[in-house]
Nanobody, 123 residues
Framework: QVQLIDSGGGLVQTGDSLRLSCVASGRPFGSFFMAWFRQVPGKEREFVASITWNGGSPNYADSVRGRFTISRDYAKNTGYLQMSSLKPEDTAVYYC????????????????WGQGTQVTVSS
């Protein structure tokens, strides 16, 4: 089992930056993939970014590549999503996710989820 607590959302303006955090517990921090997803009302949850067990091979959705950076701090058992040049279309509830195996690749198959944190970008 992996427990995830995500935080860091808020209300910002277009062009601003924001960093989301995800504190993990329950398993050794280097034993699982981590990812971020987002969801707006009425739409399916969509993949944003992922990172491997050892912090390598970051993978990004086309809509955020070049603006968002995913990372993880092994000393703090915490994953991060640094978001820059935010746009109104980035407005969503953001969820931290984790999985142990590689099944379904970096964008799907996640078993563990945080509670979500709201990000609102005003124009």
């Amino acid at each position: 089992q992996v427990q995830l607590i995500d935080s860091g959302g808020g209300l910002v303006q277009t062009g601003d930056s924001l960093r989301l955090s995800c504190v993990a517990s329950g398993r050794p921090f280097g034993s699982f993939f981590m990812a971020w997803f987002r969801q707006v009302p009425g739409k399916e949850r969509e993949f944003v970014a992922s990172i491997t067990w050892n912090g390598g091979s970051p993978n990004y959705a086309d809509s955020v590549r070049g603006r968002f950076t995913i990372s993880r701090d092994y000393a703090k058992n915490t994953g991060y999503l640094q978001m820059s040049s935010l746009k109104p279309e980035d407005t969503a509830v953001y969820y931290c996710a984790a999985k142990v195996g590689y099944g379904l690749g970096p964008t799907a198959g996640y078993d563990y989820w945080g509670q979500g944190t709201q990000v609102t970008v005003s124009s």
